[in-house]
């Protein structure tokens, strides 16, 4: 059985840094593909980051200089390393794994996800 548990988001203000683990068993993690997506109330869920080596890296244009997503294949957990934190990034980000070896944006294309882990940027 596939699991992806995110952890690490939290209350941050403005201009602030968090650090989002996901931590995944029961699939072949290095021949996944993996993704940072999130969703805000009323909006629709959105790509944020993905992974697939460290040559193939894919950022959303809003995370652009921000944000830095990374893998560890021996402890099987990716990251999202957030710095320069805005009230508009407030949502809950999940993680997502795709079986294809390719960095892809839409969430149709993922195989699993986390259950989210909630961000809140405010003073």
């Known amino acids: 059985q596939v699991q992806l548990v995110e952890s690490g988001g939290g209350l941050v203000q403005p201009g602030g840094s968090l650090r989002l683990s996901c931590a995944a068993s029961g699939l072949a993690f290095s021949s996944y593909a993996m993704g940072w997506f999130r969703q805000a109330p009323g909006k629709e869920r959105e790509f944020v980051a993905a992974?697939?080596?460290?040559?193939?890296?894919y950022y959303a244009n809003f995370v652009k200089g921000r944000f830095t997503i990374s893998r560890d294949n021996a402890k099987n957990t990716v990251y999202l390393q957030m710095n320069s934190l805005k009230p508009e990034d407030t949502a809950i980000y999940y993680c997502?794994?795709?079986?294809?070896?390719?960095?892809?944006?839409?969430?149709?294309?993922?195989?699993?996800w986390g259950q989210g882990t909630q961000v809140t940027v405010s003073s």
């Open positions: 997502a794994a795709d079986r294809n070896s390719e960095v892809r944006v839409a969430v149709y294309e993922y195989d699993y």
């Open positions: 992974i697939w080596s460290f040559t193939r890296i």
